[in-house]
């Protein structure tokens, strides 16, 4: 992508998210996008087929970053070597969650909570799949889908208490609601 194109991705980026903070999701036209960025219907599209492929752009970006990028220490934290934990993969992603705290409150809070969820949902699984451990006195699916929606509704009851717990903490209460997951010390399980 050349720096221009660059540029525009970032306006319809910012347009959307202060909207999202300002209306519940389902109302955002892409004309209101499109006029809070100050650009073309055409060039919308040359993005973005649609709201949702945008929402779904914004979301990977930042459940992207915590699994793939790991060459520089950040401003808030440093997790400049690839995490091996799902502790540090769980805190790794909380303080992204809180570094876009007004685009997630916006849509954690409002009706766009499902959208989110479900794009939050699926990254949990196919992350913590990796870590779930058999023979820990129920299913592993099970287990799974226990583990994925507690902590995406731990981040629902953050946002709600405006992110007041460090991202350590937050995932140290998580552990302690899911304590079968510390097997092995949390390091992936081989399958």
């Known amino acids: 992508m050349d720096r221009r194109q660059k540029k525009t991705r970032k306006a319809i980026y910012e347009a959307f998210s202060g909207l999202i903070q300002e209306k519940d999701y389902r109302e955002i036209t892409i004309q209101d996008i499109i006029d809070r960025a100050d650009i073309g219907r055409s060039?919308?599209?040359?993005?973005?087929?649609?709201?949702?492929?945008?929402?779904?752009?914004?979301?990977?970006?930042?459940?992207?970053?915590?699994s793939e990028d790991h060459g520089s220490r950040?401003?808030?934290?440093?997790?400049?070597?690839?995490?091996?934990?799902?502790?540090?993969?769980?805190?790794?992603?909380?303080?992204?969650?809180?570094?876009?705290?007004?685009?997630?409150?916006?849509?954690?809070?409002?009706?766009?909570?499902?959208?989110?969820?479900?794009?939050?949902?699926?990254?949990?699984?196919?992350?913590?799949?990796?870590?779930?451990?058999?023979?820990?006195?129920?299913?592993?699916?099970?287990l799974l889908d226990a583990a994925v929606h507690g902590f995406s509704r731990s981040v629902i009851w953050w946002v709600q208490r405006q992110m007041k717990e460090s991202p350590e903490e937050m995932e140290r209460m998580f552990e302690t609601a899911c304590p079968w997951l510390l097997y092995s010390e949390n390091r992936e399980i081989s399958r």
């Open 43 to 66: 060039t919308f599209y040359s993005h973005f087929n649609t709201k949702d492929e945008l929402l779904e752009d914004l979301c990977s970006q930042i459940f992207a970053h915590i």
């Open 74 to 142: 950040e401003g808030t934290h440093d997790f400049s070597t690839a995490p091996d934990t799902l502790c540090e993969m769980l805190t790794h992603l909380l303080y992204h969650l809180r570094g876009q705290d007004c685009i997630v409150s916006g849509m954690l809070l409002g009706e766009s909570r499902q959208v989110f969820l479900r794009y939050l949902d699926e990254y949990l699984s196919a992350l913590m799949v990796r870590f779930i451990p058999s023979g820990a006195g129920a299913p592993q699916d099970y």
